[in-house]
């Protein structure tokens, strides 16, 4: 049967071998952006780019040593830190995001875990955001399962947790905690109803073998992540991996379109990084299967392209921002709110 006449369903896999992701990766450069644009239309509206917006709600400080990360304490990035911001700021932020066209908004914390105590207000945080009419995500570090169970409770659609590189260059960039602690703290918020929004970071030094093996993870995790965030590498003087040479435009759209064939069902975002990509370079992110992106002046704590610059982009390319996901994340939340009540009552 010719691809094109397939039922969209048979486009959807956990069960991609590495040999079918280098496969991808081989492609010539065109072969590979007809295919994942193709199964794109098939899934998506390829003119709807769904918008959130970032805020770090707590910055710098960190004790973990991401080698990417201007928010460590142990670079000297000249980064102001900031405790946690109170809850009527954070609602007054989502706000202006909401009126300015964001249907998500994402609150980052510079945690390496968060305790139980620092939930508390961040619980407000999301309550408030939702009661806006937004999709809430949050970014907080590693969570136990009681944890993501609280968040979920509350309401918080959404939870960003990376894995950043492959298993094997992981080491590399991160030595504070392991590969595997990600994957359980994704579990948990899997398992407590969360959708789950979980990618990595282009132009860290990894070969092409990690990108393969980085979305290789993400493609056969029992479901894929909702939400696979594609950053390419903001390099931010004081961090070890200032001064890296920038990854070649295509390589990074590359690594676009096979996350689109691997996981079709799921929005990919093109993600930090765009302040440094030219219009052009944006259009065919899109073209390859972006379909999300921070829309904002600032990401967590460097730039991102100007509100009146995105306009512009969408305007010419004929974009437009994708409506509120039609309520069946917060139907999951819901149920898992509801289930954790019941657990609760019943012990
Ligand atoms: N501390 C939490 C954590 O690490 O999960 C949440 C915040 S952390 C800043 C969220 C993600 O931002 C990281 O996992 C990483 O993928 C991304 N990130 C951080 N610094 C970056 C940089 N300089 N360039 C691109 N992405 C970056
Ligand atoms: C993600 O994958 N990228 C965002 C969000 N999830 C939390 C963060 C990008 C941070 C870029 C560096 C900064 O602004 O501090
Ligand atoms: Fe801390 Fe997250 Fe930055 Fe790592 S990426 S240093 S955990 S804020």
């Excluded at 809850?87 to 932020?93: D, I, L, N, P, W």
Aim: contains cysteine; hydrophobic residues 40%; charged residues 25%.
């Amino acid at each position: 049967m010719h691809a094109a006449t397939l039922p969209a369903d048979h486009d959807m896999r956990n069960d991609w071998s590495m040999a079918e992701v280098h496969a991808l990766f081989a492609l010539p450069f065109n072969d590979l952006l007809f295919r994942s644009h193709a199964l794109h239309r098939r899934h998506f509206d390829p003119n709807a780019v769904q918008v959130s917006t970032l805020l770090s709600i707590k910055t710098g400080a960190c004790p973990e040593d991401c080698k990417y990360c201007p928010q460590s304490a142990r670079y000297h990035t000249g980064l102001k830190t900031e405790k946690l911001m109170h809850v009527k700021e954070v609602v007054a932020q989502a706000e202006r995001a909401r009126d300015s066209g964001a249907t998500r908004f994402c609150m980052g914390a510079a945690y390496r875990s968060p305790r139980d105590q620092d939930l508390e207000p961040i619980i407000e945080m999301v309550k408030a955001v939702r009661a806006l009419g937004m999709e809430t995500c949050a970014t907080l570090g590693m969570l136990t399962r009681a944890q993501a169970q609280k968040l979920a409770a509350a309401g918080l659609d959404y939870y960003n947790h990376n894995i950043d590189t492959s298993a094997e260059y992981y080491g590399k960039i991160i030595t504070t905690r392991c590969f595997q602690d990600r994957l359980d703290t994704l579990r948990h918020v899997r398992d407590a109803g969360m959708q789950v929004c979980c990618g990595g970071i282009i132009g860290m030094g990894e070969g092409v073998p990690d990108r393969a093996a980085m979305l290789h993870t993400l493609a056969t995790l029992p479901e894929h992540p909702e939400s696979v965030p594609i950053n390419r590498l903001v390099q931010v003087e004081g961090t070890p991996l200032y001064g890296r040479a920038d990854v070649d435009p295509f390589d990074f759209i590359r690594v676009i379109a096979v996350a689109r064939i691997l996981m079709p069902r799921s929005h990919v975002r093109l993600s930090a990084g765009r302040a440094q990509m030219s219009d052009e370079m944006q259009a065919l992110a899109f073209f390859a299967g972006a379909n999300s992106i921070f829309y904002g002046e600032k990401l967590l704590t460097t730039e991102n392209p100007q509100q009146a610059a995105d306009r512009r982009l969408f305007a010419r390319l004929g974009i437009r921002a994708e409506p509120h996901a039609a309520g069946d994340g917060r139907a999951n939340v819901d149920a898992a709110a509801e289930e954790h009540e019941q657990r609760r009552a019943a012990t």
